[in-house]
């Protein structure tokens, strides 16, 4: 049902964490890739992995904050049938300390790059004729509210909003523009979190009383990627445990 072999996948953020994760995924159901991300080495190294698992991939260096560094992907994207915008960032602060910098790099990387992603792929997609699937990488603070993340809940609803609104208007070329909405996913970056007392008591807020696993989101992803979901654009998946569904 996930086939995508003769499929090639563009993954933004690639080179560590849910970008890398998504990139490896999507190869083993089939897929060929194109990977960007800021940090070269990091993405060498995980083409050659790709390579060595029997499929093509191509890596290119990327900054989301940098529009013509975006533009400059059409050449390697022109025949591109599967999208998954996951690059992004976060910058902590309580509400009234957010400086405009970096509120400003927060919706540049996380709302604004997905912005001119989308529209490119969407471009080279109508082009071709074939249609396609653009996966935005939203999260459940783009749906409810937490204190000390306010540019990043921001971004998150404005990469939902987009994704309905581009769903909309690319559907009658064939291309489906769906998001997941990830909870708290374990990562090597956030253990220490965890493991601390303000750690605990959040995971006794999500009602599977547990952090959400990298490989939870393969399904949701494979899904929105693949031929099984053609009847399916403008949708929201949240995967989180069942957090947004917890009392207030």
């Not at 471009?123 to 990043?152: E, F, W």
């Not at 998001?179 to 750690?199: K, M, R, V």
Request: aromatic share 4%; charged share 20%; with cysteine.
């Amino acid at each position: 049902m996930f086939d995508l072999l003769g499929k090639r996948a563009l993954v933004t953020g690639a080179s560590s964490g849910l970008g890398r994760h998504f990139a490896k995924t999507l190869a083993t159901a089939g897929a060929d890739l194109v990977i960007t991300a800021r940090r070269t080495d990091l993405l060498e190294g995980l083409a050659a992995e790709i390579d060595a698992m029997g499929r093509r991939c191509t890596a290119v260096t990327l900054d989301m904050t940098d529009p013509t560094g975006i533009a400059a992907l059409a050449p390697a994207i022109e025949d591109i049938d599967i999208v998954v915008n996951n690059a992004g960032i976060t910058r902590e602060a309580p509400f009234l300390d957010q400086s405009v910098k970096d509120w400003q790099t927060v919706i540049d990387t996380n709302a604004t790059g997905m912005f001119l992603l989308t529209q490119l792929a969407g471009r080279a997609m109508r082009a071709r004729g074939r249609g396609g699937a653009i996966i935005n990488i939203a999260s459940i603070l783009g749906l409810r509210q937490a204190g000390g993340v306010a540019s990043y809940a921001v971004s998150k609803a404005a990469a939902i909003q987009l994704t309905k609104i581009a769903a909309l208007e690319l559907a009658r070329f064939g291309i489906r523009v769906n998001a997941l909405a990830p909870g708290y996913i374990a990562t090597d970056i956030n253990g220490a979190f965890w493991d601390g007392e303000a750690g605990k008591a959040m995971l006794k807020r999500i009602p599977q009383r547990r952090l959400g696993r990298l490989e939870d989101l393969d399904g949701p992803l494979l899904l929105l990627a693949s031929d099984a979901s053609t009847y399916m654009t403008g949708a929201v998946i949240p995967v989180d445990g069942g957090h947004l569904t917890s009392g207030l």
